[in-house]
């Protein structure tokens, strides 16, 4: 597995943190900062506790997250879904 870069400040790197995907330059896992924010941690608590995180890599992190849940999910699908129901 090689290094793959990610939108601006996410990485996945099979030297760092066993190959999870992290904001770079940190060894701070992505999914550990979306799942703080999803037990309702705001933005700006996660920037305190991560000073070496940045408010526009988190940003990305969210909308990155988003996009992959709208591929996985496409509105068709759910449509037909609803549709059955």
Known sequence: ???VEIGNYLVIDPEICHGQMVFKGTRVPVDTVLTFLAKGYSVDQLLRSW???TRPAVEEAIYLASEALQMHYP???QLATEAAA
Do not use: F
Request: proline fraction near 11%; charge should be neutral; avoid cysteine.
């Open 51 to 53: 000073p070496e995180l």
């Open 1 to 3: 597995m090689y290094r």
């Open 75 to 77: 509105a068709s699908l």
